[in-house]
T-cell receptor
Framework: EAEVAQSPRYKITEKSQAVAFWCDPI?????LYWYRQILGQGPELLVQ????????DSQLPKDRFSAERLKGVDSTLKIQPAELGDSAMYLC????????????FGAGTRLSVL | DAKTTQPNSMESNEEEPVHLPCNHS???????IHWYRQLPSQGPEYVIH???SNVNNRMASLAIAEDRKSSTLILHRATLRDAAVYYC?????????????FGPGTRLSVLP
């Protein structure tokens, strides 16, 4: 069964350093989402792509976060500089152009900022 | 976005049915009701969704109140693998896809 791939699974960094997370959605899925999940809370949408275009980044802290999906396939989420409050799980999800109600999530990248 | 209210936690015995409630009194006529669950150390996974009529699939059933202000996710026979956080989410149709707003969900514990 096809899965959303994310790497790395775990990342430890010091504050003020740069970090990057990678996501490869299920083949053929046009919509890609990045979520942040703080321990004990539900996921919060950071950015949504339709193909290579950003359609919603209203919750993305643009002073330090950036996201791209250059060829409309895989995507990278970057934080620079990382802050202590960025420690969280970063989840990627994708959905098919037709079956928009079903989002498929990856296992996530757990980030710890020291 | 319309808001949902779920109990923080619930407990069930293995092999018994589980009814997970969700209140959504401000639901609009075009909002779909979605349920996702998140097993420990994993990303959320789709369970079921519906608009007005009750829905069944291999994982669960979704019972929607006639006024649509509440719904219930039914697991017919809980197993230890069903221990997870269950999220009830509302969203209307969107041109690009579903922009989900997750609440804290209900943490389900299944006792052997």
């Amino acid at each position: 069964e096809a899965e959303v791939a994310q790497s790395p699974r775990y990342k430890i960094t010091e504050k003020s350093q740069a970090v990057a997370f990678w996501c490869d959605p299920i083949s053929g899925h046009a919509t890609l989402y990045w979520y942040r999940q703080i321990l004990g809370q539900g996921p919060e949408l950071l950015v949504q792509f339709q193909d290579e275009s950003v359609v919603d980044d209203s919750q993305l802290p643009k002073d330090r976060f950036s996201a791209e999906r250059l060829k409309g396939v895989d995507s990278t989420l970057k934080i620079q500089p990382a802050e202590l409050g960025d420690s969280a799980m970063y989840l990627c999800a994708s959905s098919h152009r037709v079956s928009k109600n079903i989002q498929y999530f990856g296992a996530g990248t757990r980030l710890s900022v020291l | 976005d319309a808001k949902t209210t779920q109990p923080n936690s619930m407990e069930s015995n293995e092999e018994e049915p589980v009814h997970l409630p969700c209140n959504h009194s401000t639901i609009s006529g075009t909002d779909y009701i979605h349920w996702y669950r998140q097993l420990p150390s994993q990303g959320p996974e789709y369970v079921i969704h519906g608009l007005t009529s009750n829905v069944n699939n291999r994982m669960a059933s979704l019972a929607i109140a006639e006024d649509r202000k509440s719904s219930t996710l039914i697991l017919h026979r809980a197993t230890l693998r069903d221990a997870a956080v269950y999220y009830c989410i509302l969203n209307g149709p969107d041109h690009y896809g579903q922009n989900f707003v997750f609440g804290p969900g209900t943490r389900l514990s299944v006792l052997p």
